[in-house]
């Protein structure tokens, strides 16, 4: 197929921005990604060393209300490319998926580094050009209505169309943090200030529990908090606590965690009182309730002698566990960002209202979601979304000149 002369720029080379960039180029169009890193994808590749969950099991119109916002944005979005087409697409690059107890999809193998190159292996093979270590710094549009990019080390590039999909802030070295709103507010576009999101929360924990316990899961728990409950599996860290229920309705006040969230308390009490031998306490929960080593250090170390010597107090305690969450993780160490770009800026097809021709996509939009895949799954569908936009642009402007030259004909016969 002869290659349509029509020059598109992505910058970014994350989820949305490989998205875009495969929507793009599949339709014929020349694509080049720009990235300030000199390798793609790192934030996808470090999503991948903890168990790449790329999407999550639940009907397509219950999607938009797990993420914030007005669920009007997010519907179209979802219907555009829904959980299903992207698990087909991971698919058809090659690799199996599978869905786990807790429904989230992953990749079999876990790890992202093969779902990136089999990605940017087909990227490549649809001439998509790579451009690595290029900051970009500024846009602009000329009264020609090219747009202009502009990088960190002096070169300028135009374009047709551009897809910025710069990623949030979160996981960025403190000494690297990102730069890119600048770019956005010198335009007076408007911008909500980054926040840690699904991030851990600090306790004080004592040091002969983290001893035994740090680096272990607190497995199938509930934890309550001002926001809700949520049952899930936890892990203690060494400044505290991370695991989805902590990213869910973790807030700085003291929380509950349900150790045993499928017995009730009088249930419990049955099971240990069962037995006639002539154990403590802490040795029957230990025998008869199958509590994760987590748990039974978290029971015996943060508990008074004299409620470990009571086994009902014991009980009441393991069903509602309080635990203060001093303080939230700072961002550099959140698995994602609150904030970015308002939404309010964007057009249906995920263009600038401002700048017609520049669309973004990904976290670097103010939204915000919880773990399970609902991020990545947001972020290739706006990278669709916004890559669809640039076709439908591009073809509108293929068709602008031919009607002008027309009108410029007409105009010419009414003049003789
Ligand atoms: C530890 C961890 C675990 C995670 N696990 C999961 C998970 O299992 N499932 C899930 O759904 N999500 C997970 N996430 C979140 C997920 O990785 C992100 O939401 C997703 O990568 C965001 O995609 P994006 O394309 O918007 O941006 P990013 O992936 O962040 O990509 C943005 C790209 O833009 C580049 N860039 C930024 N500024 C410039 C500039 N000025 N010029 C040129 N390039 C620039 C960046 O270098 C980056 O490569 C995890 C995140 C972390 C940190």
């Known amino acids: 197929m002869s290659k349509s002369p029509l020059q598109v720029a992505v910058v970014g080379s994350g989820p949305a921005a490989l998205m875009a960039a495969d929507v793009i180029s599949s339709a014929g169009l020349n694509v080049t990604v720009f990235e300030r890193r000199p390798t793609a994808g790192r934030k996808l590749l470090i999503a991948g060393s903890s168990g790449l969950n790329v999407t999550f099991e639940l009907p397509l119109e219950d999607f938009p209300s797990r993420y914030s916002g007005d669920p009007n944005f997010w519907k179209p979005i979802f219907s555009s490319f829904s959980p299903n087409d992207w698990l087909e697409f991971i698919h058809r690059l090659g ?111 004592k040091p002969e529990f983290l001893k035994e316990a740090e680096g272990q899961p607190l497995k199938n728990v509930t934890l309550t908090s001002s926001k809700g409950s949520q049952l899930g599996d ?30 009730s308390e009088k249930d419990i009490l049955k099971k240990l009182n069962r037995t006639t031998e002539n154990l403590n306490p802490i040795r029957r929960i230990k025998k008869f309730l199958k509590l994760s080593p987590a748990a039974l250090a978290l029971i015996y170390h943060h508990t008074s002698q004299e409620d470990l010597k009571d086994l009902t107090q014991l009980v009441q305690r393991l069903k509602k566990f309080p635990l203060k969450f001093e303080q939230r993780q700072g961002l550099e160490w959140a698995i994602s960002s609150a904030g970015g770009i308002k939404l309010e800026e964007l057009d249906s097809q995920m263009a600038l209202k401002k700048f017609p021709g520049v669309f973004l996509a990904g976290e670097m939009l103010d939204w915000d979601t919880v773990t399970g895949g609902f991020l990545i799954q947001a972020c290739v569908s706006q990278g669709f979304c916004a890559g669809q936009g640039v076709i439908s642009y591009l073809s509108n402007l293929r068709q602008q000149p031919k009607s002008d030259s027309s009108n410029q004909r007409r105009n010419s016969r009414t003049k003789k």
């Open 234 to 263: 936890l892990v203690v860290t060494s400044y505290g606590l991370e695991g989805t229920p902590v990213y869910a309705v973790g807030a700085e006040e003291t929380v509950f965690l349900d150790l045993k969230p499928d017995l």
């Open 95 to 205: 690799l199996k998926t599978f869905k786990g107890t807790s429904h989230r999809y992953f990749v079999e193998d876990m790890k992202a580094a093969r779902l990136l190159t089999l990605w940017t292996e087909k990227l490549s093979r649809q001439n998509v050009q790579w451009l690595f270590d290029k900051r970009c710094s500024h846009f602009q549009k000329s009264p020609t209505g090219e747009l202009g990019l502009s990088f960190d080390d002096g070169t300028h590039f135009t374009f047709q169309a551009i897809v910025f999909a710069l990623g949030g802030a979160s996981w960025e070295p403190t000494h690297d943090p990102v730069q890119w709103p600048r770019m956005f507010l010198r335009k007076k576009i408007g911008f909500t200030p980054f926040t840690a999101s699904n991030c851990g929360f600090s306790i004080q924990f």
